[in-house]
């Protein structure tokens, strides 16, 4: 069973299963960690941390004009 390289580290954010670019990062940001590139670690963190699936988008708000 492979070990899904986000649960390596308490604290890491979570990357999304179902989006490519953050399943890359989790796969770069374990092998960044693996290799003692902990810089390398923190920069990915803060790249998962700020990719669109990682946080919650503000709802549009209704304008009050109907079609």
Same mark, same amino acid.
């Given at each position: 069973?492979?070990?899904?390289?986000?649960?390596?580290?308490? %604290?890491?954010? $979570? +990357?999304? *299963?179902?989006? %490519?670019?953050? $399943? +890359?990062? *989790?796969?770069?940001?374990?092998?960044?960690?693996?290799?003692?590139?902990?810089?390398?670690?923190?920069?990915?963190?803060?790249?998962?941390?700020?990719?669109?699936?990682?946080?919650?988008?503000?709802?549009?708000?209704?304008?009050?004009?109907?079609?």
């Amino acid at each position: 069973m492979k070990i899904r390289p986000s649960s390596l580290v308490q %604290g890491w954010p $979570v +990357a999304t *299963d179902t989006c %490519g670019v953050c $399943v +890359a990062l *989790d796969v770069e940001r374990s092998e960044a960690y693996e290799a003692g590139e902990y810089r390398e670690v923190g920069k990915i963190n803060e790249e998962i941390r700020n990719h669109p699936h990682t946080r919650q988008r503000p709802k549009a708000k209704a304008t009050g004009v109907s079609t």
